[in-house]
């Protein structure tokens, strides 16, 4: 049966089912490249490299699969954009065979619109994305070798107009201490394993709602659990302080040098000086020679073990080692890798570098007029800046009380002044019934000596013996000041 206008299945149906079928093979097509688009182009090459690097084994594959594809992105965009123009363009002209222009031109753009922009671009941007991708690379391949004559050189053409240049994207360290300040969860990291104490005494710490020293907490520890994407409080200081520590200098973690614990070379390691070593809490200290910039070596205070403080040995006559000296704008960085090195743990800061090493070198003296130093840093004071935390040992006590709080340091002192008061009482009180007992001895004795001369006093006998001592009461009473001496 002949075909007036259109084709229909009555009149010619192997050209009908001809031009519907290569209508669907379009509109699929033309979804396919637009999901292809979407899904592909919207791929972030740095998660891409992340994932290559420590993703899953299966996320690792895809990133390898994908990852190529992507680079080359004027190339991939061109052939896939030719593809999807090429399918929208054809669907119209097979679709007029089958109804009329005004009905193939409605019915075209609803199903580009529905089956080939909205659905592709759904399914191939969710959370299969990587997935998904990489299935279709070997299709794409395919795709880039039949649209190369006309895909290869327009993408050239972009590279010389737009650059080549499609690397991924670095976040600079504020954005990605942003990035990371977003992954935090809001509770500390929980502790894994367990821990015994075996104080001698109960253990105190600072705290600063009031109370001077609080007993510490010994509960149970939570057990460890992974909280995936998230990141714990301590896990983002860390981070934003290592980021943070490139651009900061020796100077913002420095102890200033007029806080700096130092002995004179001529001090003797007697009793005293031992005890000042012991409770100033360093196991390095700067030794001098008269002036505190002439330092002359760093004492570690753990060869001292194997002195006697009856010998009271002079710090001269000791083996001295050497200090780092850097400069004030040496980087923290730059610091703590020399600190790896093993050569010491503690550095001088100066701004004569060169002048303190030629005098070192030459073993001569340092003239204070020509040198200057402003401070010391350790490897402790690195580390704690790098981990945003103080880190305190035995020995941090006193100086936490000194550093936290004026008020902290006040109720200490009060603290002292208080037990020095109740033992200065106890004292004056001692002193107070041995002065009793003397003078009550000798008007014991003066009476005695009346009674046997026939004088007797016995008001001022019985003023001095019904003398009562308590904590107001004066060394010397005025009952006792009125006894007259002895003949």
Not at 132 to 157: C, G, R
Not at 244 to 267: A, G, R, S
Not at 329 to 341: A, T
Not at 345 to 372: C, G
Request: one cysteine or more.
């Amino acid at each position: 049966m002949p075909c007036k206008e259109y084709l229909t299945p009555s009149c010619d149906p192997s050209a009908f089912w001809l031009a519907a079928g290569i209508a669907v093979a379009l509109i699929l097509t033309a979804g396919m490249m637009a999901g292809l688009t979407m899904g592909l182009l919207s791929l972030d090459m740095l998660n891409v490299q992340i994932l290559q690097l420590e993703g899953s084994p299966e996320e690792k594959a895809r990133a390898e699969r994908v990852f190529p594809v992507i680079q080359r992105h004027h190339l991939l965009l061109v052939t896939l954009l030719v593809f999807n123009a090429a399918a929208n363009e054809a669907l119209p002209v097979f679709l007029s065979k089958l109804m009329p222009e005004t009905h193939a031109i409605v019915l075209s753009v609803t199903c580009v619109l529905i089956f080939g922009e909205i659905l592709p671009s759904a399914v191939f941007t969710g959370k299969h994305q990587l997935a998904i991708a990489a299935a279709f690379v070997p299709l794409v391949h395919l795709l880039i070798i039949l649209a190369s004559p006309i895909a290869y050189p327009i993408s050239k053409v972009l590279d010389c107009l737009l650059g080549e240049d499609h690397n991924c994207t670095r976040y600079k360290r504020k954005e990605l201490k942003a990035l990371i300040k977003l992954q935090q969860q809001t509770h500390p990291l929980p502790q894994q394993g367990t821990i015994a104490h075996f104080p001698t005494k109960p253990s105190y710490r600072l705290s600063m709602s009031g109370n001077l020293l609080t007993p510490l907490s010994t509960g149970n520890l939570t057990p460890h659990t992974n909280y995936g994407t998230h990141l714990h409080t301590d896990e983002v200081t860390i981070i934003h302080g290592a980021l943070d520590l490139t651009t900061k200098t020796v100077t913002d973690v420095m102890i200033p040098w007029h806080e700096v614990f130092m002995l004179d070379e001529e001090c003797l390691l007697d009793q005293n000086t031992m005890a000042s070593i012991l409770a100033s809490g360093h196991s390095r200290i700067p030794i001098y020679r008269q002036d505190h910039n002439n330092i002359v070596g760093l004492l570690l205070v753990k060869r001292l073990i194997v002195l006697d403080p009856d010998d009271a040995r002079p710090i001269k006559e000791l083996a001295l080692k050497k200090p780092m000296v850097i400069s004030p704008d040496f980087s923290c960085y730059g610091l703590l890798n020399e600190f790896q090195k093993g050569r010491s743990h503690m550095a001088l800061i100066t701004r004569n570098v060169e002048y303190v090493q030629f005098s070192w070198i030459a073993n001569e003296d340092l003239d204070p007029k020509r040198v200057e130093f402003v401070g010391v840093v350790t490897i402790e004071d690195v580390v704690e800046e790098l981990i945003q935390e103080e880190i305190e040992d035995e020995a941090d006590l006193g100086k936490a009380l000194f550093h936290s709080s004026r008020r902290l340091v006040t109720q200490t002192r009060e603290v002292g002044v208080m037990k020095c008061v109740a033992k200065l009482k106890q004292l004056a009180s001692r002193a107070r019934r041995r002065v009793y007992q003397r003078h009550h001895e000798r008007r014991t004795s003066y009476a005695n000596s009346n009674a046997s001369t026939g004088y007797r006093s016995p008001g001022k006998l019985a003023d001095c013996v019904s003398i009562s001592m308590n904590e107001s009461t004066p060394l010397l009473s005025k009952q006792v000041a009125t006894i007259p001496p002895l003949h």
